[in-house]
């Protein structure tokens, strides 16, 4: 479960996370906030479903923490092939301007 705080952004983490070089009491993460490097404004408290799953101890909760990294793959994928369409659509559009 998400129960690890970071110091600095006070993101939630798996304790899997933290840097090899945390200590127990002084915890480090590099993903969320570079150790304090980056400042980013609070974030509203998660309400429904998500909430629910990265929160709730049930089965469905389990299952969606053990595998957020895929979900986020999966879209950080989606993500990438829709910038290379619109990429290519905006080629398209400049060329068929360029020979009007």
């Known amino acids: 479960m998400l129960t690890i705080i970071c110091p600095h952004y006070h993101a939630l983490h798996f304790d899997c996370e ?20 980056i400042q980013l404004p609070p974030l509203q408290p998660l309400t429904g479903i998500l909430h629910n799953y990265l929160t709730g101890d049930d089965y469905p909760s389990r299952e969606f923490c053990n595998n957020i990294w895929q979900y986020n793959a999966v879209f950080a994928m989606y993500h990438k092939w829709l910038l290379t369409i619109c990429d290519e659509c905006f080629d398209t559009l400049k060329s068929s301007k360029m020979q009007s």
């Open 18 to 37: 933290k840097l090899t070089f945390s200590r127990v009491n002084y915890l480090k993460f590099g993903m969320c906030c570079l150790q304090g490097q």
